[in-house]
């Protein structure tokens, strides 16, 4: 009895020097190390992933990335299929605008990091530059323009090298391949009637260089962006609440800084002592400033519909009369308005490019992102 009791604490503290000494493979192997943690080499693996998407945006061929994502994995093989989707999308849109996309960049600001056992999360923004031309131009102008991401992102790094395990994120073509994963083709439209820069354009009350000029600085994580990537900290942020799209373009038209445009009992944010302004609901809800600026007489509407109603051939089409520092707000469903965004530039054929929030856009053409059937856009010049 005695000898048995001993035989079995023997083997008892025989098993526990073997695994102290002898961990299993997989779990050594999945370990995360402190080095492994650090910010700048992750900064450097993450770039490099997403810059190797971006190259594929650029070509339009989506091999290179599979072996980037950790496909044995649903969440990783979803991700692929994700961006897949999304290289598909660009390059039928831009085709089908006579877009050759030139460079697309990925730069990465890691905001935390987070190990988690076999893998590291990370809370990051990422900054995209776009140069495009337009590929039948006999000296065709190099047009540029910034893309603001947030991501959650987790990595593995099951060989020695590190893989995509899932990558959530706000994206800029979502509405787009809500309708494009049935395998719906963009609309053919090309433009060139290249718009002069104005001198000034002061109407009224509402200075539209300034409105540009605010839109410009405070574009948040976007490139272009010349606010180190932040958003103006008088205002809440209203990311992770709805989206923060039209309370900063309420901004860029009633801010001091930027557009002026006066405030009243309706429209309004005024400012606080202490933490951020909110503004009422006609200020940061997307119907109720849509609804504002058309019942006010601050804006009209020039025509709402689909990108197809929008740009149909005609000697003006509707898209044509936009200006600087004019409104497009995106309806999903009728009566459902989604998204504001502010026509901050034209590019070299007139195209009208635009500045937002919540997805943070730097001079994007228009209509990026939004091809779903069920989007309409309102066209809204100011007054």
Same mark, same amino acid.
């Given at each position: 009895?005695?000898? &048995? ?44 992933? @997403? ?12 091999? *290179? ?8 994995? =649903? ?12 290289? =598909? /999308? ?6 089908? +605008?006579?877009?050759?996309?030139? &460079?697309? =960049? ?14 590291? +999360? ?5 900054? !995209?530059?776009?140069? /495009? ?24 790094? *099951? ?13 800029c073509f979502e509405d787009a391949l809500q309708s494009y994963a049935t395998d719906a083709q963009p609309y053919l439209y090309k433009q060139n009637n290249a718009k002069p820069i104005i001198a000034s354009m002061n109407y009224r009350a509402y200075d539209r260089l300034k409105a540009i000029a605010y839109a410009d600085k405070y574009c948040g %994580? %976007? ?7 932040? @958003?103006? *900290?008088? !205002?809440?942020?209203?990311?992770? %609440? ?7 373009? &309420? ?7 930027? $557009? ?13 002592? !202490?933490? +951020?302004?909110?503004?009422?609901? %006609? ?11 058309? !019942?006010?007489?601050? $804006? ?14 005609? &000697? ?13 707000? @995106? ?15 034209f590019d070299s054929h007139g195209y009208p490019l635009v500045n937002s929030h919540t997805t943070d856009r730097y001079h994007v053409p228009w209509d990026l992102g939004w091809g779903d059937k069920k989007i309409r856009f309102f066209l809204i010049k100011m007054h």
């Amino acid at each position: 009895m005695l000898f &048995s009791k001993i035989s079995k604490f023997n083997f008892f503290v025989l098993t526990l020097i073997i695994l102290v000494c002898f961990p299993p493979l997989n779990t050594f192997a999945f370990t995360v190390t402190p080095l492994e943690t650090n910010k700048e080499l992750l900064q450097t693996e993450v770039e490099k992933i @997403y810059n190797i998407r971006s190259s594929c945006l650029v070509s339009g061929d989506p091999t *290179p990335l599979s072996e980037s994502f950790d496909t044995k994995k =649903k969440l990783g093989k979803y991700s692929l299929e994700h961006e897949t989707m999304r290289i =598909k /999308y660009l390059k039928d849109w831009s085709s089908a +605008r006579g877009i050759q996309f030139k &460079s697309i =960049k990925s730069f990465v600001r890691i905001k935390r990091i987070m190990p988690r056992g076999n893998s590291i +999360r990370l809370a990051l923004e990422e900054s !995209y530059k776009f140069d /495009y031309i337009y590929k039948d131009d006999l000296e065709p102008k190099l047009n540029s323009f910034g893309v603001g991401i947030r991501h959650t992102t987790t990595l593995v790094k *099951p060989n020695d090298k590190w893989l995509i395990s899932s990558d959530w994120y706000t994206d800029c073509f979502e509405d787009a391949l809500q309708s494009y994963a049935t395998d719906a083709q963009p609309y053919l439209y090309k433009q060139n009637n290249a718009k002069p820069i104005i001198a000034s354009m002061n109407y009224r009350a509402y200075d539209r260089l300034k409105a540009i000029a605010y839109a410009d600085k405070y574009c948040g %994580a %976007a490139w272009g962006s010349s606010n180190d990537f932040k @958003y103006n *900290p008088k !205002y809440m942020d209203f990311n992770g %609440a709805g989206g923060d799209c039209t309370n900063f373009v &309420s901004q860029a038209l009633g801010d001091k800084e930027a $557009g002026g445009l006066p405030q009243d009992g309706t429209w309004r944010c005024p400012m606080v002592k !202490y933490g +951020r302004a909110t503004g009422s609901r %006609a200020w940061s809800n997307a119907d109720g400033l849509k609804n504002y600026l058309i !019942y006010s007489g601050k $804006g009209s509407v020039i025509k709402a519909g689909t990108f197809k109603e929008l740009t149909e051939a005609s &000697s003006e089409p509707a898209i044509s009369k936009l200006d600087f520092g004019d409104i497009v707000c @995106y309806e999903k469903g009728r009566g459902n308005i989604d998204h504001f965004a502010l026509v901050t530039s034209f590019d070299s054929h007139g195209y009208p490019l635009v500045n937002s929030h919540t997805t943070d856009r730097y001079h994007v053409p228009w209509d990026l992102g939004w091809g779903d059937k069920k989007i309409r856009f309102f066209l809204i010049k100011m007054h």
